[in-house]
Nanobody, 123 residues
């Protein structure tokens, strides 16, 4: 089992920044990928960004250049630095992990999930 705990969400104004953290504990994978998804009210959960054990990253187009995913292996933590936030970024943000290093944007491919952290961007 893997436990994921997100933190860092909050209420910010348009143009401001937030950094989300996701701390992992429990079972360790030799190779893995971790991702951030988000879910806005009334919408499906969508992929945002992912990073694998080799620090290869992928992003959805709408956050490229604004969001940065990174990891600290010593702390078993993955981060999502979110800059130039927009009201359309408002959502509950979830982190997830999968075994194997392949980077995918498919929700069903991820094995474990955190409980989410709310991000609200006011206009």
């Amino acid at each position: 089992q893997v436990q994921l705990v997100e933190s860092g969400g909050g209420l910010v104004q348009t143009g401001n920044s937030l950094r989300l953290s996701c701390a992992a504990s429990g079972r360790a994978f030799d190779t893995y990928a971790m991702a951030w998804f988000r879910q806005a009210p009334g919408k499906d959960r969508e992929f945002v960004a992912a990073i694998n054990w080799r620090d290869v990253t992928i992003y959805i187009a709408s956050v490229k250049g604004r969001f940065t995913i990174s990891r600290d292996n010593a702390k078993n933590t993955v981060y999502l630095q979110m800059n130039s936030l927009k009201p359309e970024d408002t959502a509950v943000y979830y982190c997830a992990i999968k075994s194997g290093g392949g980077l995918v944007a498919v929700r069903s491919q991820y094995d474990y999930w955190g409980q989410g952290t709310q991000v609200t961007v006011s206009s």
